[in-house]
């Protein structure tokens, strides 16, 4: 492939040998991929330290024959998310977006809307520091946009519409149930933030309040739904339970 542009988020870097990375990326046009960069472990390497995890960067790719991992000619920064590091729980919910998109969506399969959520997301969570609220937009949004969220508004087994009862699920994105037991329920309340989120922008979601205990039923419903369909354990999403239990 010759040399391509592209925009994209790093999810996580690792060391190869003593002086490359390999970069793993959320790219606006490929989708998700692994690059290799070589000497980016070097001081005075040509990435400058553009490659941190959570950063937004412009690159430039390209293909040797035979070899399966992409490599990085060169990038640059377009928006850092390091202030968010300055709190620790905020950090925690950009880690586990970032982890989330690794493990969730699969490889170089383009997913430009994914891509914008994600950014958007960032920039949320960067500008309002509101953690809750933004991972279960970013939770509900993920799934929809990778058509793995199943119906909302009636029972997956009988088809009535669901009502003040709440309704329970489990594990595995299959839909919601009013008479069936599941592993997890979610009440009426919790439901109706999932129709808030698929109407309202992100901005504006933000800027609306709701109850606490809606949102974490919300959230663990989708969550729960996400890491069924991940790869691996999500390490950040175990910290964030943590973390809310002793708030
Ligand atoms: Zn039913």
Same mark, same amino acid.
């Given at each position: 492939?010759p $040399?391509?542009?592209?925009?994209?988020?790093v !999810?996580?870097?690792?060391?190869?040998g003593?002086?490359?990375?390999?970069?793993?990326?959320?790219t606006?046009q490929?989708?998700?991929?692994?690059?290799?960069?070589?000497g980016?472990?070097?001081?005075?390497?040509?990435? /400058?330290?553009?490659?941190?995890?959570?950063t937004?960067?412009?690159?430039w790719?390209?293909?040797? #024959?035979?070899?399966?991992?992409?490599?990085?000619?060169s990038?640059?920064?377009v928006?850092?998310?390091?202030?968010?590091?300055g709190?620790?729980t905020?950090?925690?919910a950009?880690?586990?977006?970032? #982890?989330?998109?690794?493990?969730?969506?699969?490889?170089?399969?383009v997913?430009?809307?994914?891509?914008?959520?994600? !950014?958007?997301a960032?920039?949320?969570?960067?500008?309002?520091?509101?953690?809750?609220?933004?991972? $279960?937009?970013?939770?509900y949004? $993920?799934?929809?946009?990778?058509? $793995?969220l =199943?119906?909302l508004?009636?029972?997956?087994?009988?088809?009535?519409?669901?009502?003040?009862?709440?309704?329970?699920?489990?594990?595995? =994105?299959?839909?919601l149930?009013?008479c069936?037991r599941g592993? /997890?329920k979610?009440?009426a309340g /919790?439901?109706?933030?999932?129709?808030?989120?698929?109407?309202?922008?992100?901005?504006?979601?933000?800027g609306s309040? #709701?109850p606490?205990n809606?949102?974490?039923?919300?959230?663990? !419903?989708?969550e729960a739904?996400i890491?069924?369909?991940?790869?691996?354990?999500?390490?950040?999403?175990?910290?964030?339970? #943590?973390?809310?239990?002793r708030?």
């Open positions: 492939m $040399l391509r542009e592209t925009e994209a988020i !999810l996580r870097t690792y060391h190869l003593e002086a490359d990375k390999i970069v793993s990326l959320f606006r490929y989708g998700r991929l692994r690059a290799v960069a070589t980016a472990q070097r001081t005075r390497s040509r990435f /400058g330290g553009v490659l941190e995890p959570l937004y960067i412009r690159l790719l390209f293909e040797r #024959e035979n070899r399966d991992l992409l490599r990085m000619n990038a640059e920064l928006e850092s998310f390091f202030a968010i590091q709190d620790f905020v950090q925690l950009a880690q586990y977006m970032a #982890e989330a998109a690794e493990r969730f969506l699969p490889e170089r399969e997913n430009e809307r994914a891509f914008r959520l994600l !950014l958007a960032l920039r949320g969570l960067k500008a309002s520091g509101e953690v809750h609220r933004t991972l $279960l937009y970013f939770d949004w $993920l799934l929809r946009l990778s058509g $793995l =199943p119906e508004r009636w029972c997956a087994a009988c088809g009535k519409p669901l009502n003040a009862q709440g309704a329970s699920y489990d594990a595995t =994105p299959q839909g149930f009013c069936r592993k /997890g979610i009440s /919790g439901l109706g933030l999932t129709e808030k989120i698929r109407r309202l922008p992100l901005d504006a979601w933000l309040d #709701e606490r809606a949102v974490f039923e919300a959230r663990r !419903l989708f739904w890491a069924s369909s991940a790869e691996g354990r999500l390490m950040t999403l175990e910290m964030l339970h #943590e973390e809310a239990e708030e």
